[in-house]
């Protein structure tokens, strides 16, 4: 069975599918494995299944797949809820172990935050631990960064969810000392006793796979992959 990755978030839009597309890309260029799945756990609305396909659908080494979509962005039980359905996990899990058995590696990108709502019961931070995810956490570099930081590892730690570390994400360009000074690497690991992995800087083109490569190569990998 092939090893997974679960890239969870501290909120929405705080950089986890540049994060999960620059793997790929890494992938892509450098073969840290010789088969790939690409997972997005659901989608609400239109996205980041679009974007994968986009740039990686032309690979015949790399299956992506989207268990369940749902028309409205919104949280998935209220998304479900709008066309008088229910958020089906078991297609998802499903989907999940079929990649699994396929691939010698599994990306599975989350939606929201680690307390996003999945179901009416369960958050995200539940699925990395009900399922037994190896989980890395993006948090966006902004002022209040350290306390997202904190507030989301104690989650994580409370439902006994695997992190394997931090990484950092500037949605705009920001300077070396912005960036220490608003997410500073050695106080977040204090405070958290979750190594940071890296940092993300900001890229406002997605479609430069050699650029994504580029940045994942930057990582810590050994600790990802």
């Excluded at 699925?127 to 989980?135: G, Y």
Aim: a negative charge.
């Amino acid at each position: 069975m092939g090893k997974t990755l679960l890239i969870a978030g501290t909120d929405t839009d705080v950089g986890k599918t540049v994060l999960t597309i620059s793997l790929v890309a890494y992938w892509q260029t450098y073969r840290f494995c010789q088969s790939l799945g690409l997972m997005k756990l659901m989608q609400t609305g239109v996205g980041d299944d679009e974007l994968y396909r986009q740039l990686f659908g032309n690979e015949s080494s790399l299956d992506i797949v989207t268990p369940l979509f749902f028309d409205h962005p919104l949280a998935p039980p209220l998304a479900a809820a709008k066309t008088g359905k229910e958020v089906e996990l078991n297609i998802v899990w499903q989907a999940l172990t079929d990649l699994q058995q396929k691939q010698d590696f599994v990306l599975v990108e989350a939606l929201g935050g680690l307390g996003s709502p999945v179901t009416q019961e369960l958050i995200v931070a539940n699925i990395c631990a009900d399922w037994r995810l190896p989980t890395i956490l993006v948090v966006p570099v902004k002022l209040g960064a350290i306390a997202q930081a904190v507030a989301n590892v104690a989650l994580a730690r409370s439902l006994k969810v695997e992190l394997k570390g931090i990484i950092l994400s500037c949605s705009q360009p920001i300077s070396h000392q912005d960036l220490a000074d608003l997410a500073p690497t050695e106080l977040i690991q204090s405070l958290t006793q979750v190594p940071v992995l890296g940092t993300i800087p900001f890229i406002s083109n997605l479609a430069n796979k050699e650029k994504l490569a580029q940045i994942a190569s930057h990582l810590d990998l050994e600790l990802i992959i």
